[in-house]
């Protein structure tokens, strides 16, 4: 069955600095693959979606990398500020499916 | 203002009782998703429908049953029959059964065991 790690540990960057999160899939590669952000005691908001057949995706800020060869997916924030401290999920579609599997999350912190 | 509620924010169960989650939606989204999530896991897939009155499982689906006979409503119920209930149960949308589209999120029930 596919498999899908995020970073396990909580993830804790000065403000300022750019914060980089890791979504590693096994097995078949996603056609689709999307971030979601988490607030404590939230449900998770969407932020950007990125197809297999493109590398990457901006939006403001946010930029998402997808790389079908490594299986992996990065999600940077740049200028990083204390309000995007959140819990992010990254999350993969297939086309022969009509669910989308999540992550577990990365925990991330952003000290002023 | 379009959205998903979700009733009640906590809720809970005692011994052998049945109880239900409210879900309901006015995004006019064909596609509705109950998930359930643990301290440190991924949200894992209960049910889901693609269109009213039908519905499939998810991942997890035992102890749980759903129903779907309006478009914007999509209760879950967690019968006695599930023996670890406690957990924090997200109802979703999309616009449709596409797996491309962006899933909106209500704000959870928080379930716990008297």
């Known amino acids: 069955s596919q498999k899908i790690e995020q970073n396990s540990e909580a993830l804790n960057i000065q403000e300022g600095k750019t914060a980089t999160l890791t979504c590693n899939y096994t097995?078949?590669?996603?056609?689709?693959l999307q971030w979601y952000r988490q607030d404590p005691g939230r449900g998770p908001v969407f932020l950007l979606l990125?197809?297999?057949?493109?590398k990457e995706k901006r939006k403001e800020r946010l930029k998402v990398t997808f790389d079908t060869t490594l299986k992996q997916s990065l999600f940077h924030i740049t200028a990083s500020q204390p309000a995007d401290s959140a819990t992010y999920l990254c999350?993969?579609?297939?086309?022969?499916?009509?669910?989308?599997?999540f992550g577990s999350g990365t925990r991330l912190s952003i000290r002023p | 203002d379009g959205g998903i509620t979700q009733s009640p924010k906590y809720l809970f169960r005692k011994e052998g009782q049945n109880v239900t989650l409210s879900c309901e939606q006015n995004?006019?989204?064909?596609?509705m998703y109950w998930y359930r999530q643990d301290p440190g896991q991924g949200l894992r897939l209960i049910y889901y429908?693609?269109?009213?009155?039908?519905?499939q499982k998810g991942d997890i689906a035992e102890g749980y049953s759903v129903s779907r006979e309006k478009k914007e409503s999509f209760p879950l119920t967690v019968t006695s029959a599930q023996k670890n209930p406690t957990a924090f149960y997200l109802c979703?949308?999309?616009?449709?059964?596409?797996?491309?589209?962006?899933?909106?999120f209500g704000d959870g029930t928080r379930l716990s065991i008297l």
């Open positions: 979703a949308s999309s616009p449709s059964r596409d797996n491309n589209q962006p899933q909106h």
């Open positions: 097995n078949y590669s996603p056609a689709y």
């Open positions: 990125i197809r297999e057949n493109e």
């Open positions: 999350a993969l579609g297939y086309s022969s499916a009509s669910k989308i599997i």
């Open positions: 995004l006019n989204h064909d596609a």
């Open positions: 429908s693609q269109i009213v009155n039908d519905f």
